[in-house]
């Protein structure tokens, strides 16, 4: 799988859980749970609830997600 096979989208992060996992509500309403990516990590970028994140999705399992950018 390349790199252009994952799925963008936008959700609201709903509940923090231990080890960088967050359950993030999609904006058609679908919870799914997802992790940090490692660049955000790296440059230890902070994820609060209420914040809104984009994703990466993988189109074989739509029920996990990577968030690989965080906005105000």
């Known amino acids: 799988m390349s790199k252009d096979d994952v799925i963008e989208t936008e ?3 709903v509940e923090a859980m231990p080890g960088a996992t967050f359950k993030v509500k999609l904006m058609n309403g679908h919870i799914v749970m997802a992790y940090l990516s490692g660049k955000l990590r790296q440059n230890n970028i902070k994820v609060f609830e209420g914040d809104t994140v984009k ?3 993988s189109p074989y399992d739509l029920t996990k997600g990577r968030i690989v950018w965080r906005n105000k």
Do not use: T
Request: aromatic fraction near 0%; charge should be negative.
């Open 11 to 13: 959700g609201v992060v």
């Open 55 to 57: 994703m990466e999705m």
